[in-house]
């Protein structure tokens, strides 16, 4: 009898098999989307985007082989759009600003179903809870992950100049910190010097966390981006890319350390070339620590 591994292992091997029916992609921002459509559509699946306002670049659109635009929110409608197109599995993929959630969210029936049920609209409580809505509707999300293995960041020495001497101890004060910040389900993101956190991520996200806290520590602040604990690969991973380096070294900050197997590097071709020119160290840390 096959074991419980095995036997999933075959329904992915089937499922994702060339031409095995279109799939879903429910884009935010960043390059990610992009990523997974190229990829999807490689293996012979026809890609049915659902792409949302403000956050998704309009060029996405070249990639996908249909888009339907919507606002935050708009679930029932992202539900719908998918089942009249065939779609029975999707991948979240790419961020929503945390302000314009607040901000410019229109929900439609459908949210405010999943609003009522939750008990904690923190992230991951608020992500499982519309996985399980569409779930429910007859698409099941998949990890956009599990079709980019090539993309996440390995352990040890990824990008940039060698670790710097005396790093360890900023590396170790980011993870720890990052690891508490990640069980309060706030951000992702720690900036740290000479034994100080500098600045946490909460709502303004990476850049924003980034640009305060080497304001005030100055040059030399090493960043750490670390995976929440019990974090659910389908949505929401660690992700970086030459933009995070062009943000760091606005502030002078030196060192990016992020959690290997469970971050993305997004155009890595690129980030390897700005990293030796800005002089900036991508360090991957092993998921047990520094």
Not at 53 to 70: G, M, N, Q, Y
Not at 111 to 132: G, H, N
Not at 216 to 232: E, H, S, T
Request: overall charge neutral.
């Amino acid at each position: 009898m096959e074991s419980a591994g095995a036997q999933e292992r075959a329904i992915n091997r089937a499922t994702d098999a060339p031409g095995e029916g279109p799939i879903g992609l429910i884009a935010g921002n960043g390059r990610l989307p992009f990523l997974f459509a190229r990829e999807a559509r490689s293996r012979g699946h026809a890609v049915i985007c659902v792409a949302h306002r403000d956050e998704v670049e309009p060029a996405l659109a070249d990639e996908v082989d249909t888009i339907t635009w919507v606002r935050v929110g708009q679930v029932r409608k992202i539900l719908r759009t998918l089942r009249a197109a065939g779609v029975d599995r999707a991948v979240m993929a790419g961020g929503i600003g945390h302000v314009r959630a607040l901000t410019a969210a229109r929900p439609d029936l459908g949210a405010f179903s999943i609003i009522s049920r939750l008990r904690s609209f923190r992230d991951d409580a608020l992500l499982r809870a519309v996985a399980d809505y569409f779930a429910q509707g007859g698409v099941r999300i998949e990890a956009a992950t599990s079709w980019l293995q090539e993309v996440m960041a390995p352990a040890g020495h990824v990008a940039g100049p060698a670790l710097p001497v005396g790093a360890q101890a900023e590396l170790a004060l980011g993870w720890e910190v990052a690891g508490l910040l990640g069980q309060a389900d706030v951000g992702q993101t720690v900036v740290v010097k000479g034994g100080h956190v500098l600045a946490l991520e909460a709502v303004e996200g990476t850049d924003e966390a980034i640009l305060r806290g080497g304001r005030l520590g100055g040059k030399g602040a090493a960043v750490v981006k670390r995976v929440k604990p019990g974090q659910d690969a389908r949505f929401d991973l660690p992700a970086v890319g030459p933009t995070t380096l062009e943000v760091m070294h606005r502030v002078g900050a030196r060192l990016l350390a992020i959690e290997a197997g469970r971050t993305l590097v997004l155009d890595a071709e690129a980030l390897h070339q700005r990293a030796k020119a800005l002089g900036i160290t991508v360090w991957g840390i092993p998921p047990e620590g520094p």
